[in-house]
């Protein structure tokens, strides 16, 4: 059975960063497909950042530069380190999980991930 939960979120301003965490149950971080994705209110679901499990990741064009996403196989961790966060950053973040063990480049689409986490609000103002 598959859980993640999501920590680290907050409010900060304009320029400041933040450290986002997930943490699963039933599942290693290093063994399949992750994701990071995020949604404003009144706006859909957004994927952000992905990571395979070579460590290949992919970044979507609005957090390109400015977050980055890695993990901790010995911790067992995913993160999302976010520098010169942005009111338009404001947003629940959510931590997602696939099955996909393949090379290829990592999904930011939703579809692509089975396993969800409730969330962790980052407000930016």
């Known amino acids: 059975h598959v859980q993640l939960v999501e920590s680290g979120g907050g409010s900060v301003q304009p320029g400041r960063s933040l450290t986002l965490s997930c943490t699963p149950s039933?599942?290693?971080?290093?063994?399949?497909?992750m994701a990071w994705f995020r949604q404003a209110p009144g706006k859909e679901r957004e994927g952000i950042a992905s990571?395979?499990?070579?460590?290949?990741?992919n970044y979507a064009n609005s957090i390109k530069d400015r977050f980055l996403i890695s993990r901790s196989n010995a911790a067992n961790i995913l993160y999302l380190r976010m520098d010169s966060l942005k009111p338009a950053d404001t947003a629940m973040y959510y931590c997602?999980?696939?099955?996909?063990?393949?090379?290829?480049?990592?999904?930011?689409?939703?579809?692509?991930?089975?396993?969800w986490g409730p969330g962790t609000q980052v407000t930016v103002s």
């Open positions: 039933g599942y290693r971080v290093s063994d399949y497909h």
């Open positions: 997602a999980a696939s099955f996909n063990r393949g090379s290829g480049t990592p999904a930011l689409t939703d579809l692509s991930y089975s396993f």
């Open positions: 990571i395979n499990v070579y460590g290949r990741t």
